[in-house]
């Protein structure tokens, strides 16, 4: 029942305004021509998961079809599909309803003389899937009673290939670094390009990258004829499948689930199992994901915290190659002249929760800067200039925060400033970073692509003009807010931009070779004071 070779089962908005519903190839169809705008019933902490499925799988199609380049008309895409599951002659593997246990159905593994272990009834696709919020409070769970096919065949998708450890018998994936983390996407797409110009530049990529990545891990993988569909494989959760006996695109189910129908309703049944569906505790999550950054300290793979994708974390990723080695969907083809789009999605894992869903498609950058994170002598260059910017954004910060602080305090001097004085700053402070996350990698960019030293002084003058007159703002804001008596309000308006100016242009300050940028704003603020 519901064949997704065949059946229109995934509802597609396309960029010319209609909708549509449609099976699987016809979805790689549309992607070949860049037409797809969204999928209805995607959520957004699905989309990596049904990105990096479609990628996976469309890789390994055409990679066992010994084909180098990815083909474009559904039919095509359907033959090949069906090249990687020959031997079951009725689609069993692309079915959402397989009844006979002994055979795959979509997502999920045969559970053959195992039904019986099938106990927890799950009558909803979002509480089959892997998002667990605290206290059932940002995404409320098993609501989509009134479901539709896609719903299913997503929340399938997620959870088999992103979900985490969840108690005893809830084994997570082998694409994550323990349990209680997630798996991480950080790559590059087209920036003027959509879904289809994502998924397909994700495929050639991985056909380019795939003996690369078999060298990289010669002691996982086999080069041909690896297990590559897992839910194909039988299963009675007793025994882990072995990494040396996959294909490096492989894509995983880590929990035992089967969908039926009850009153023609999908209803799913699932169990647990005494072992994790694939033995790779030990690798950290380091086993070559397409998307996945590694740490080069513990060679384990990112864990996402609550910040999530925050500027100054962000850069950490892209630029420090002391800290992360970059994965391979950061590559891009070295003849590329066109912008491309970083995307950076993960889930913050928790225990027995999640802490929260994170992602940034905001950031574009040149050819030179894209092709610089794979090239150690400039992915160094570009460290030094997000170092340098950080420090200066830095210096301005701490600036701003003692200038609130005095404020606060009435425009007392800066040793007799109180923890509570302090403390008042901190709204401001998050405010500032706000203001200057969207703002930092653009101003990379220019630094980093400026011609000569003259050129990179400039942009340095010019984002530090930003960054004071920001700062300047939310200080003005401040003096005006922050609770003070009203007979020292005219002092502590003095005192805090006397002592965010006089901090900036302190001798020891990153801007004290380049005093003439606060003029503008000291200015101002005399002008003020009479």
Request: net charge positive.
């Given at each position: 029942?519901h ?8 509802r ?5 305004g209609?909708s549509?519903?449609?099976s ?5 169809e549309?992607?070949?021509t860049d037409?797809?705008?969204a999928?209805?019933?995607l959520?957004p902490?699905q989309r990596?998961?049904?990105?990096a499925f479609?990628?996976q ?7 066992r079809?010994?084909l180098?380049?990815p083909?474009q008309?559904a039919?095509e ?17 692309w079915?959402l309803?397989v ?5 795959p159905a ?6 053959g003389n195992?039904r019986s272990?099938y ?6 696709p979002?509480?089959?899937d ?7 409070h940002?995404v409320k769970?098993a ?5 539709a096919p896609?719903d ?8 088999q290939?992103?979900?985490g450890?969840?108690?005893?018998g ?6 994550m670094n323990?349990g ?8 590059l ?23 690369h990545?078999?060298?990289s891990y010669?002691d ?7 297990a ?9 959760g ?9 294909d490096?695109?492989f ?9 039926g129908?009850?009153?023609r ?5 699932t ?6 569906r694939?033995?790779a ?6 086993i ?8 080069t300290?513990d060679?384990?793979a990112?864990?996402l ?5 925050r500027?100054d ?7 420090d190659?002391?800290?992360y080695?970059l994965p391979?969907?950061?590559?891009v ?8 789009r970083v995307?950076?999605?993960?889930m913050a894992?928790g225990q027995g929760?999640?802490?929260?869903y994170h992602?940034?498609?905001d ?5 030179r800067v894209?092709?610089?994170?794979s090239?150690r002598?400039?992915?160094d260059?570009l460290?030094?200039v997000c170092d340098?910017?950080?420090?200066e954004i ?12 005095v404020?606060?305090?009435g ?6 400033l109180?923890r509570t004085d ?7 402070a998050?405010r500032?970073d706000a ?13 980093f692509?400026?011609?000569?030293e003259?050129?990179?002084?400039a942009e340095?003058k010019?984002?530090a ?7 300047d703002?939310?200080l003005e804001?401040a003096?005006e807010?922050?609770?003070?008596p009203v007979?020292q309000?005219?002092r502590?308006r ?9 901090q900036?242009r ?9 005093p003439r940028i ?13």
């Amino acid at each position: 029942m519901h064949n997704f070779l065949i059946d229109p089962l995934v509802r597609v908005r396309l960029l010319d305004g209609k909708s549509a519903a449609m099976s699987l190839p016809d979805i790689y169809e549309a992607a070949s021509t860049d037409a797809i705008a969204a999928f209805p019933a995607l959520r957004p902490h699905q989309r990596h998961a049904w990105h990096a499925f479609l990628a996976q799988l469309g890789a390994l199609a055409l990679q066992r079809a010994d084909l180098a380049a990815p083909v474009q008309t559904a039919t095509e895409w359907r033959t090949l599909l069906r090249g990687l599951t020959s031997e079951f002659a009725n689609d069993e593997p692309w079915l959402l309803v397989v009844e006979d246990p002994t055979q795959p159905a979509f997502m999920q593994c045969p559970a053959g003389n195992t039904r019986s272990q099938y106990r927890r009834r799950v009558t909803t696709p979002d509480d089959l899937d892997l998002l667990v919020t605290s206290k059932n409070h940002d995404v409320k769970q098993a609501i989509a009673a009134a479901s539709a096919p896609d719903d299913w065949v997503l929340a399938l998708i997620d959870l088999q290939t992103m979900a985490g450890f969840l108690g005893a018998g809830n084994y997570g994936i082998a694409r994550m670094n323990g349990g209680f983390s997630a798996r991480p996407c950080l790559g590059l797409a087209p920036a003027d390009g959509g879904f289809g110009a994502h998924l397909f530049h994700d495929m050639r990529r991985m056909l380019e990258e795939r003996d690369h990545l078999l060298e990289s891990y010669p002691d996982y993988y086999r080069p041909e004829d690896g297990a590559a569909l897992l839910w194909t494989v039988p299963w009675d959760g007793t025994a882990s499948l072995d990494l040396g006996d996959l294909d490096p695109y492989f894509i995983e189910v880590c929990r035992r689930v089967r969908l039926g129908l009850e009153d023609r309703r999908i209803t799913a049944r699932t169990a647990g199992s005494k072992k994790s569906r694939i033995a790779a505790k030990a690798a950290n999550g380091n086993i070559g994901d397409f998307w996945t950054p590694v740490s080069t300290g513990d060679a384990k793979a990112l864990s996402l915290s609550s910040a999530g994708f925050r500027y100054d974390r962000l850069a950490k990723l892209l630029f420090d190659g002391g800290a992360y080695a970059l994965p391979r969907a950061m590559t891009v083809d070295p003849a590329a002249t066109k912008r491309w789009r970083v995307v950076a999605r993960g889930m913050a894992g928790g225990q027995g929760k999640t802490d929260g869903y994170h992602e940034r498609n905001d950031i574009v950058f040149a050819p030179r800067v894209v092709k610089a994170f794979s090239r150690r002598k400039e992915r160094d260059d570009l460290a030094a200039v997000c170092d340098a910017l950080l420090e200066e954004i830095a210096e301005v910060s701490r600036a701003l925060r003692l200038g609130v602080a005095v404020a606060a305090s009435g425009g007392k001097l800066m040793s007799d400033l109180t923890r509570t004085d302090r403390m008042k700053a901190a709204p401001y402070a998050r405010r500032f970073d706000a203001a200057i996350d969207p703002l930092f990698f653009g101003a990379v960019e220019s630094r980093f692509v400026a011609e000569d030293e003259a050129a990179k002084r400039a942009e340095r003058k010019r984002f530090a003009k930003r960054l004071v007159a920001t700062a300047d703002s939310l200080l003005e804001e401040a003096v005006e807010a922050v609770p003070c008596p009203v007979i020292q309000r005219h002092r502590a308006r003095a005192t805090a931009f006397s002592t965010f100016h006089g901090q900036l242009r302190r001798p020891r300050s990153v801007f004290a070779d380049q005093p003439r940028i606060f003029a503008p704003w000291e200015a101002g603020h005399a002008k003020r004071q009479t």
